[in-house]
Structures are given as C-alpha cells and as structure tokens.
C-alpha cells in the first residue's frame, strides 16, 4: 500500500514539477526573464519568434527584432539560431550600427544590418521581420506587383517595393545576403516608407510599431501573397483593394490574433517542457 502511494506521489510531481519551475519568480516558461520594460519586451520578442515559427512564416532561418524600449538606439534580436528555438537567454542587444553591446561575442545573424539600418532611418519603426516565405519569392522575380487583394494585408497599400541587391553590391561580391551597413541602408532607402518589401530571390522584410503588429503583417503579407497568385490563375482583372480602403484599430494592430497565437505558443512549449 504504501508503495503503491509512493509511486502515485511520483507520477504526480513528474506531471506539476514542470509547470511549477514556469511559475517561479524571475522565471518563465522561455527561460529566465528580466526586470521592466526591456525584461518585457524580451518576452515578447521570444514568443514573436515562436509564434513566426508556428505560423511557417520563418522555419530555420528569418528573423525578428524590436527597438530597446528604454534606449532607441539599440535593438534586440536573438542570436543567430533557429527561431522556433529561442529563450530569453538567446536575446542580444545591438546598436543601430548592428554591434553586439555588452561584451556578447556571441555568434550573429548575418543580416541584422537590415534592422540597425532601417531603424536609423524610420523612428516610427519598433519592430522588424525578415523571413524567407516561399510565397513572396515570384512577385520579387517577375514584373508583377504585389498589391493588397485581402483586408487583412491593407498595410500594403503603401506599396510594396522590390530590393534588388544586385544594384548594391560591390565588384566581386556575389553573396545574396545583406552582409553590410552599406547593403542594409540600400535596402532601408528602397524601403521608404512603406510598411513591407520584397527581395528579390531571397524573401521580405515587414516592419511596424510593435511586435504584435509586425508578426501579424508578416503572417497576412505571405497570405496575401498566396491569396494574389491563386487569383491570377483565374485568367480575370483582379479587383484589389482601393486606396483609402481600411480597417479599424482591431483588425489592423493583429492584437486578437497575437493573443491566439501567443496562447498556442505558450501551449507548446508547457507540453515540450513535460515530455
């Protein structure tokens, strides 16, 4: 009898004890997390990068950031690695000119420079995605424009532009990756000040006020995207939105879908942490 209890007892803290190291204080279920507003935002920037990941906006590669909420002129990103992978341990601090701050010798995405170089330049920007979306790839690579055909994508009736490296790399540089500040203010400039853009052969980048912002962009950019290939295939004039055309703050700040979406996030990772 008392054996048998003994075993219950066990089986009860393998199932609790993962649960109750989430909820310890200084502790969250994507690692340890930080006082105040950065502590804040670095939890939100991991579950972005969950949640990009999820949404198969990003798999290994792509990226997310967001400005330090107690200086503009850094910003925050995780160290080079899968995004569906990241903890707050991984989180690094940059300055605009994309430098490790604070001694982090840690190893970087090679193309933070689109992030410190469009942060110089847009100070309405707090936030910033650059994925790989197979969906994107044939509007930068042909001559038809990607326009906003769904209400969910009317940021994009700012026009979505086309970086097109080739324009901006130096003799003998052959890389399609933005590897540079020089390569990352070209591309900020043909940015403008559009809400997202398309690189040619290599993917887009989306940028916003805030991360629940920009991750819902990103997720409707590559639906859109989908959504405006399918209809080309009807053969017909597509009717796209029309300039003016809008919605209200509740669809256009994605908070409604960012707490589903969190939720999921969060879901995952409490069952990863019991297996």
């Given at each position: 009898m008392?054996?048998?209890?003994?075993?219950?007892?066990?089986?009860?803290?393998?199932?609790v004890a993962p649960v109750a190291l989430f909820l310890l204080a200084g502790e969250t279920m994507w690692g340890a997390g930080a006082p105040g507003e950065?502590?804040?935002?670095?939890?939100?920037?991991?579950?972005?990068?969950?949640?990009?990941?999820?949404?198969?906006?990003?798999?290994?590669?792509?990226?997310?950031?967001?400005?330090?909420?107690?200086?503009?002129?850094?910003?925050?990103?995780?160290?080079?690695?899968?995004?569906?992978l990241v903890t707050a341990a991984d989180i690094m601090t940059f300055d605009l000119d994309s430098n490790p701050l604070g001694g982090d010798n840690r190893t970087s995405y090679v193309e933070r420079f689109i992030h410190g170089e469009i942060y110089k330049v847009r100070p309405d920007v707090k936030a910033i995605v650059h994925s790989h979306s197979?969906?994107?790839?044939?509007?930068?690579?042909?001559?038809?424009?990607?326009?906003?055909?769904?209400h969910m994508a009317v940021f994009l009736e700012d026009g979505t532009p086309v970086y097109e490296i080739r324009d901006f790399r130096g003799p003998g540089d052959k890389s399609m990756l933005v590897h540079s500040r020089e390569l990352g203010a070209a591309l900020a400039r043909v940015l403008g000040k559009s809400s997202a853009m398309l690189m040619r052969g290599h993917g887009g980048v989306v940028v916003a006020n805030d991360l629940p912002q920009v991750v819902g962009r990103s997720v409707y950019f590559q639906i859109n995207a989908k959504l405006?290939?399918?209809?080309?295939?009807?053969?017909?004039?597509?009717?796209?939105?029309?300039p003016g055309e809008s919605v209200p703050p509740a669809v256009s700040t994605y908070l409604r879908a960012w707490e589903i979406w969190k939720l999921e996030a969060e879901q995952r990772q409490a069952q990863a942490g019991t297996k």
């Amino acid at each position: 009898m008392l054996l048998s209890y003994l075993r219950w007892l066990c089986a009860r803290a393998a199932l609790v004890a993962p649960v109750a190291l989430f909820l310890l204080a200084g502790e969250t279920m994507w690692g340890a997390g930080a006082p105040g507003e950065r502590g804040a935002a670095v939890n939100d920037l991991v579950i972005a990068n969950h949640i990009l990941a999820n949404q198969g906006v990003v798999d290994g590669y792509g990226h997310v950031s967001i400005r330090n909420p107690e200086n503009p002129n850094q910003y925050m990103m995780a160290r080079s690695m899968a995004p569906g992978l990241v903890t707050a341990a991984d989180i690094m601090t940059f300055d605009l000119d994309s430098n490790p701050l604070g001694g982090d010798n840690r190893t970087s995405y090679v193309e933070r420079f689109i992030h410190g170089e469009i942060y110089k330049v847009r100070p309405d920007v707090k936030a910033i995605v650059h994925s790989h979306s197979p969906e994107l790839i044939p509007f930068g690579v042909t001559d038809v424009p990607l326009r906003a055909i769904y209400h969910m994508a009317v940021f994009l009736e700012d026009g979505t532009p086309v970086y097109e490296i080739r324009d901006f790399r130096g003799p003998g540089d052959k890389s399609m990756l933005v590897h540079s500040r020089e390569l990352g203010a070209a591309l900020a400039r043909v940015l403008g000040k559009s809400s997202a853009m398309l690189m040619r052969g290599h993917g887009g980048v989306v940028v916003a006020n805030d991360l629940p912002q920009v991750v819902g962009r990103s997720v409707y950019f590559q639906i859109n995207a989908k959504l405006q290939a399918q209809a080309i295939t009807f053969g017909r004039p597509i009717n796209f939105l029309a300039p003016g055309e809008s919605v209200p703050p509740a669809v256009s700040t994605y908070l409604r879908a960012w707490e589903i979406w969190k939720l999921e996030a969060e879901q995952r990772q409490a069952q990863a942490g019991t297996k």
